[in-house]
């Protein structure tokens, strides 16, 4: 259980490493949480989605292809 709490932690501390450096659109996972929890998904379902987005990257999002993993 501890492993994968580790595993969640760190890709989100990627996901703000990249953020705050430019690799990312700024607040984009954030911005993703609001609008889909709106829509009546949860917040987990959302992240595991946007755990995706990075590992394949989307051109919609603003997300670079490469990050794989």
């Known amino acids: ?18 953020e705050d450096k430019g690799l990312l659109p700024d607040k984009k996972l954030k911005e ?3 609008r889909s929890r709106e829509a009546g998904f949860s917040a987990w ?18 997300i670079p292809s490469g990050y794989n993993g």
């Open 32 to 34: 993703n949480i609001v």
């Open 1 to 18: 259980m501890i492993e994968k709490a580790q595993k969640i932690i760190d890709r989100l501390i990627f996901i703000f490493f990249c």
């Open 45 to 62: 379902e959302v992240t595991k989605k946007f755990f995706g987005l990075i590992d394949k990257g989307s051109e919609q999002l603003g």
